[in-house]
Every structure is written in C-alpha cells, then in structure tokens.
C-alpha cells in the first residue's frame, strides 16, 4: 500500500550544490530529499558548442528542477530555492494542475517556492528552433516536418545502462547517426550525455507512487527533457523547442508528454511545443516514407534495446509494432532501418503473442496495435495485388488479420498477473539495490522473476 503524502509544512532547502565545471553541470540535492527520492547526483553534459560560462546559476539548475518537480508536488513538502526564472515560475502552476488533473488519486500538494524570480534574458531570435531527436517514428516524423525552419537536433544519451566500455560505443554510434541525418536534413546537431533516467531511484518511488517504473514515460519525461536541454537552448539563443508527441497523448492516457504539459513549459521566453499528437502513428510512418522514399531515406531508430552499433534489435516490442506498421503501409522493413523480413517478423511476433510475452503495459498500446492490425487488414483487401514483399507468407498475413489482440491484453492483465508483475518488479527493484547479494537470490527466483 503507499503511503499518503503529507501535509506541504515542512521547509527544506532543494540544492546543496549546483556545480559547473567545463561543459558539464552537476547537482547534489539538499540530504533530506536525495535520502527520499534518489539514488545519486543528478548530471548533465553537453557538446563543445554549448557554452555554459556566460549562464546564470538559475538557468544551469533548471535541468533538475524540471526533472524532480513532480517528485516535490508528490511528497507534500515545501522545499525552497534562491531563484527561479520568471516564466518557468508560471509555468510549473499550470503544469501542476494538469497533473492534479491528470492523476486526481495523488493529492500533488508539495511546493517549490523561490526566494526571487528572475526575468532572463529572450532569445535573439523566435524563428530559430530546435528538435528533440530520439530516432523512432514521432521524432523522424517532426523533423521532417520541420527541416525548413529548424536550427539544431537534440539527441539525449544515457549514460548508465552499459559497461563504460559498451557506452563509448553506443554513444560514439548514436553521434554518428543523430549527426548523418542533420547534415541530410540540412541543420545542426548535438548530444546531451544525463542521467536524467536513473538518478530517481525506482526503489524509494515506490512508496509513493503505484508504477515506479513508469514514472520516466507517464511523469518525468516531457518535463524532465525539455528542461534538459534549457541551458543548451539559452547558449545557442534559440527561442523555439518541438518535443514530438505520440497518439497516446490524443487518446487523453496519462503521459509526462501530454500536450497540456508539454505546452505549457517554458523559460526565458523559451517556448516549447508538442508536435504531431494528432498524427496516428500509421499516419506518420506512411508520411516520412511518402516524404523521403526517394531521397537517401535515414532509417528509423525505435528500439528499446539497440546494439552496441545502434541497430534494431528487432524483437523488442516498439520494433516489432513499427515493423508490422510498415507492412501495414506496403514498406519494407529492411528499406527503414531493420534487418529482418516481413515473414521472419510475423513470426517472431506470433511466437511472443503465443507466450504471452509481447509487451502492453497499457490501453494505448493496445489502441496502436489494432491500430496496426487495421492497416494490414486494408492492405491485403485485394490478395491479387498484394507488395512482393509477402508473397509465400499467407498464413502469417491470415493469422495476424484474425488475432485477437483485445483478448491477449485482458490475459496479460488479469488480476493475478498484476499483483505478481507488482511483487516481481518490487523484489527486483529491492535486489538492484544490493548486487552483489542480488545476483545470488536472482538465480533463486528466476522462475518467479521470468514469469509472465
């Protein structure tokens, strides 16, 4: 059960230290909440041509204010900070009631109040603009829109879920990437190396909040990166940021990038913007292939768990639904950036669906999977003109159009399962905090660890 929070009467100090030191910021959070909420201190690094010497304390430190806000509203505390930029002042009391809105079962009555409110300087220019760029649909999607207007992609890097070894690599493969489809689309490019995904620990979040490992898609995300990338957007004086949006924000789900959120954010005259929401994503991959088939067309990089070279994986569940979305809209998969056939696709994906290991954490996913099912029922209407691509495939083709993907998602979420999903994540969770004894007892309970 959690625990309710308490009334908004206790008053600690948010920072302990806000350190700059080259390129890289660095935030050690007052004892108090980091014992309440983290796991270690909060970082963030940024390229050779992000400048932070001329910045404010109060702009360097709003990488972490939007990062840990929800985390302030959800403890019912006050904590207090000597400055705070004027408009994100503003911007975090509408943010707030969307939250109360959006989750009315958490009572969101912690405060950040601060002893000053700065005005900062405004961009030099509100024409120039910059994208988040994470590779998959939605963002390749919004800076193909955008090409003509945008300045800068803004790839994020994690930093913590490698070896430091398996890290340089991926890293050095993603700059690659991210940079080779800036110079396509004609703008500039630069990373953003943060722990912005691991430096809340899952494990004391789950005492106030029911899905501690949700809390980067459904809370922090939206605000978390954006705010992320707000001293890279003062130094370059860029005045404009899309975020791209998915159609689970449109289908009003709880989401950190819900437009209600994602909209209202901003700084210094900074305004950043949800962007292609109301696009479904069938819509969008038929969009980018319409847009850039004929060009040299960069591939589309959804994976959760990409290669130490950034390749698809291929079987994890976003690059599965964007690869049946593909053959949905007559796009071979291999021609947008995965190295498996339509066949060996619906194959895989039959297989998982058989033992119900195909992930739907949510309603949403369920939506865009029918979604998909539907875009493969109108593609092979007329058997007699079917692409190239499936021929000698029939039965998988017939299996997906006839599988019954509502019936697998109540399977999958049956009361049983979640309340064991709940005590498996929360054991996991308690044994990432002790690796060395971890290991050991993992190998105990695998079978209840793996069980689905």
């Given at each position: 059960?959690l625990?309710?929070?308490?009334?908004?009467?206790?008053?600690?100090?948010?920072?302990?230290?806000?350190?700059?030191?080259?390129?890289?910021?660095?935030?050690?959070a007052h004892?108090?909440?980091?014992?309440?909420f983290?796991?270690?201190?909060?970082?963030?690094?940024?390229?050779?041509i992000?400048?932070?010497?001329?910045?404010?304390?109060?702009?360097?430190?709003?990488?972490?204010?939007?990062?840990?806000?929800?985390?302030?509203?959800?403890?019912?505390?006050?904590?207090?900070?000597?400055?705070?930029?004027?408009?994100?002042?503003?911007?975090?009391?509408?943010?707030?009631?969307t939250?109360?809105?959006?989750?009315?079962s958490?009572?969101?009555?912690?405060?950040?109040?601060?002893?000053?409110?700065?005005?900062?300087?405004?961009p030099?220019?509100?024409?120039?603009?910059?994208?988040?760029?994470?590779?998959?649909?939605?963002?390749?999607?919004?800076?193909l829109?955008?090409?003509?207007?945008?300045?800068?992609l803004?790839?994020?890097?994690?930093?913590?879920?490698?070896?430091?070894?398996?890290?340089?690599?991926?890293?050095?493969?993603?700059?690659?990437?991210?940079?080779?489809?800036?110079?396509?689309?004609a703008?500039?490019s630069?990373c953003?190396?943060?722990?912005?995904?691991?430096?809340?620990s899952p494990?004391?979040?789950?005492?106030?909040?029911?899905?501690?490992?949700?809390?980067?898609?459904?809370?922090q995300?939206?605000m978390?990166?954006?705010?992320?990338?707000?001293?890279?957007?003062?130094?370059?004086?860029?005045?404009?940021?899309?975020?791209?949006?998915?159609?689970?924000?449109?289908?009003?789900?709880?989401?950190?990038?819900?437009?209600?959120?994602?909209?209202?954010?901003?700084?210094?005259?900074?305004?950043?913007?949800?962007y292609?929401?109301?696009?479904?994503?069938?819509?969008?991959?038929?969009?980018?292939w319409?847009?850039?088939h004929?060009?040299?067309?960069?591939?589309?990089?959804?994976?959760?768990?990409?290669?130490?070279?950034?390749?698809?994986?291929?079987?994890?569940?976003?690059?599965?639904?964007?690869?049946?979305?593909?053959?949905?809209?007559?796009?071979?998969?291999?021609?947008?950036?995965?190295?498996?056939?339509?066949?060996?696709?619906?194959?895989?994906?039959?297989?998982?669906?058989?033992?119900?290991?195909l992930q739907?954490?949510?309603?949403?996913?369920?939506?865009?999977?029918?979604?998909?099912?539907?875009?493969?029922?109108?593609?092979?209407?007329?058997?007699?003109?079917?692409?190239?691509?499936?021929?000698?495939?029939?039965?998988?083709?017939?299996?997906?159009?006839?599988?019954?993907?509502p019936?697998?998602?109540?399977?999958?979420?049956t009361k049983t399962?979640?309340?064991?999903?709940?005590?498996?994540?929360?054991?996991?969770?308690?044994?990432?905090?002790?690796?060395?004894?971890?290991?050991?007892?993992?190998?105990?309970?695998?079978?209840?660890?793996?069980?689905?």
């Amino acid at each position: 059960m959690l625990k309710e929070p308490k009334e908004s009467v206790v008053n600690h100090p948010l920072l302990q230290e806000l350190k700059r030191d080259g390129r890289r910021i660095t935030v050690k959070a007052h004892p108090a909440f980091h014992t309440r909420f983290l796991s270690e201190d909060f970082f963030v690094e940024y390229d050779p041509i992000v400048a932070l010497g001329s910045l404010s304390p109060s702009t360097l430190a709003i990488p972490f204010i939007l990062n840990v806000l929800p985390l302030i509203w959800i403890s019912g505390e006050t904590y207090t900070i000597d400055e705070l930029d004027l408009d994100l002042t503003r911007a975090v009391e509408q943010i707030q009631k969307t939250f109360q809105w959006l989750h009315p079962s958490c009572a969101w009555n912690g405060k950040l109040i601060a002893a000053r409110t700065i005005r900062h300087p405004e961009p030099a220019s509100y024409e120039r603009s910059a994208a988040l760029f994470s590779g998959g649909v939605d963002s390749v999607y919004s800076a193909l829109a955008h090409h003509n207007d945008l300045q800068l992609l803004v790839k994020i890097l994690d930093t913590n879920r490698l070896s430091n070894e398996s890290t340089t690599r991926l890293h050095a493969a993603v700059r690659a990437h991210v940079q080779s489809v800036a110079e396509r689309l004609a703008v500039q490019s630069s990373c953003v190396v943060t722990n912005v995904p691991t430096f809340i620990s899952p494990s004391k979040l789950a005492d106030v909040w029911p899905r501690p490992q949700r809390w980067l898609i459904e809370i922090q995300h939206g605000m978390g990166f954006a705010g992320v990338v707000a001293p890279l957007m003062q130094a370059l004086r860029i005045g404009h940021l899309y975020l791209s949006g998915c159609e689970l924000d449109h289908y009003g789900l709880p989401s950190g990038t819900h437009p209600d959120i994602v909209n209202a954010i901003q700084w210094a005259g900074v305004q950043v913007s949800a962007y292609g929401v109301e696009k479904r994503r069938q819509q969008k991959l038929g969009t980018i292939w319409d847009t850039a088939h004929r060009a040299d067309l960069f591939p589309v990089k959804p994976c959760l768990r990409p290669t130490h070279d950034y390749a698809n994986c291929c079987t994890c569940s976003k690059c599965l639904q964007t690869i049946i979305g593909a053959i949905g809209e007559g796009i071979d998969p291999q021609h947008v950036g995965f190295d498996m056939s339509p066949a060996d696709a619906l194959l895989t994906l039959r297989t998982q669906i058989t033992h119900t290991r195909l992930q739907m954490p949510d309603i949403g996913e369920l939506l865009q999977w029918m979604d998909i099912q539907m875009a493969v029922r109108r593609m092979t209407l007329d058997a007699d003109n079917l692409p190239s691509m499936l021929e000698g495939i029939d039965c998988e083709i017939a299996w997906f159009r006839n599988v019954d993907l509502p019936t697998y998602f109540a399977r999958i979420h049956t009361k049983t399962r979640r309340i064991v999903r709940s005590m498996r994540a929360r054991a996991a969770l308690r044994l990432d905090t002790h690796p060395s004894f971890g290991r050991a007892v993992r190998k105990l309970l695998r079978p209840f660890l793996q069980w689905r």
